[in-house]
């Protein structure tokens, strides 16, 4: 494994409690970091961030609700002084279901998750860092939001969205020292399989020319990477991470 040096550094990662975002928060702690996980499944994040250990902190945050944010960066803003990484992971899959009968609540769910949490995020925490003339900030698209998978239309338009997000913002702040980049993952076997039928995850599988499932392992190397400081020269950069399977 690289050694990363997040020595000194402070990290929100949202959605951190289990699967990619665990992964993430485990290894920015290896490397150095402090890392602030936020999630909104108060048992499972105290049990994920006592196994973390003492550079781990749980704060629990709903990425949907602007005031349960505001509070959780006020706190951290007082504590430590400063957000130097934020990880924007928190996500749903939502149901599988042909476009036509997609239930329009499930639609306005899995796009307040999956888009609006990052946006109110990145407005809560953006701010402070252009403040500090520093921050990373890294958004957990998909390859659906780039291809588009059948069955999955709030998932994958709620991705596409997180990318235009990405590099909105990293155009805006692109003179300010924060860089802002997402990646674009395949299926990883997650807890969030348990959201989706079984022929959706085989279609997935499917379309890996490296016929596996990424590790989140994986994933959380080439976060920690756009996370680092040695990311300088990269901003509204959307990092394929699909085993061979996107097509631009
Ligand atoms: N696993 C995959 O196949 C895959 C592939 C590409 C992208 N992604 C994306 O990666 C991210 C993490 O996925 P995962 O597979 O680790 O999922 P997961 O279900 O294992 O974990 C997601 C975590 O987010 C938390 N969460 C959900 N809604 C939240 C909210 N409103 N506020 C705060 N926390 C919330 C959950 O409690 C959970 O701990 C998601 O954005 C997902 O869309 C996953």
Partial sequence: MNQLDFNGRDAIVTGGAQGIGLAIAQRLIQSGARVHVWDRDPALLHQSVHALGSNATAVVVDVTDVHSIAMAVQNQLEHVGK????????????????TVDY?????EQVLRV???????????????M???????????????????????????????GV?????????????????VNCVTPAAAKTAIFDQMSTQHIEYMLSKIPMNRFVKVEEIAAMVCWLASAECSFSTGGVFDISGGRATY
């Fill in 163 to 179: 990318i235009a997000l990405t590099k909105s913002l990293g155009k805006e702040l692109a003179q300010s020292g924060v860089c």
């Fill in 114 to 128: 999956n888009l609006t949490g990052p946006f109110l995020c990145c407005r809560a925490v953006a701010p402070h």
């Fill in 103 to 107: 239930p329009i609540d499930a639609w």
């Fill in 130 to 160: 252009v403040k500090a003339g520093y921050g990373r900030i890294v958004n957990i698209a998909s390859v659906a939001g780039k291809e588009g998978n059948p069955n999955a239309v709030a998932y994958s338009a709620s991705k596409a």
């Fill in 83 to 98: 957000v130097d990484v934020l990880i924007n992971n928190a996500g749903i899959a939502g149901v599988n279901s042909p």
